[in-house]
């Protein structure tokens, strides 16, 4: 008897634990019955329920009590997926619902062509958000890489300056493209470089002075011009570190992406 009420004891104080941390998560509850739980980017499209909010992926509506909801938005950043949250009444909800249930249902024909356009769309401003004269990496859909400095974006185009060439890529057969977001400055080595680069320039300048013997004053002329050949070598070498630094961003496509971009 006594290891029965032990149990039912232990039965009872899980139970009421189990109600305890229901009741401290908040629920999730739908905007309509034409969305459900989960706003997807096709839905925020046709019912224009987030068109402030760039990139948007997916949306979920919590109740978090006192008339109180949360919404928890995911949206593409520069190829990431990051979270904003924000909050509404319950009457500023019940306004978005009714909004969105006075609208047609979303059919299947309208998802395709939605998809289609914010492929296109996020791709596009992805693209036109990295700085011109850019180092980056283009794998092509057929395997080939191409590597150089991004000129432009233009008719679809991915204009690259290599080496020896311009080379013109449609974005539908950009497999990937490895880029850096931003190019962090690192001010503490910038000093140090130009004094390194100017010294090595007057070095090399004395060596030349040796070798030739020239007048005393070609001499300091020899010496000034490498010290300008120098420090202009040292401010290409900071930009070099400064984008060698930079952390790699890397967004690839599926090759039905990719066809969603060529039609």
Known sequence: MLLLNRNFTFFLSYILILASLSAQTPDIIPL??????????????????FPDIDGFYSAQFYDVGKNNIIIQIVFIEFSQRSVRRR?????????????????PHITTHDREGIS??????????????????????????TGKKVRGALIGVEKRQLRIQTPISV???PIWDMASITYRKNIRELPKLKGFLYAL?????????ELWNEQTRPRID??????FIGTVLGMLVGAEAYEAVN?????????ALTPEEMDKLKN
Do not use: C
Request: a positive charge.
């Open 32 to 49: 309509s019955k034409k969305v459900g739980l989960t706003v997807d980017a096709e839905e925020n499209v046709f019912f224009r329920i």
């Open 87 to 103: 909050s509404l009444t319950m009457r500023e909800f019940i306004e978005l619902q009714q909004r969105v249930d006075l609208q």
């Open 218 to 223: 070609q001499v300091w002329h020899f010496r």
């Open 243 to 251: 984008i060698i630094s930079s952390p790699k961003t890397f967004l």
């Open 116 to 141: 289609n356009n914010l492929t296109y769309l996020t791709t596009i401003n992805i693209l036109e958000s990295i700085p011109p004269d850019q180092f980056i990496i283009i794998k092509h859909r």
């Open 197 to 205: 680069s100017a010294l090595g320039g007057v070095i090399l300048a």
């Open 167 to 169: 080379e013109k890529i």
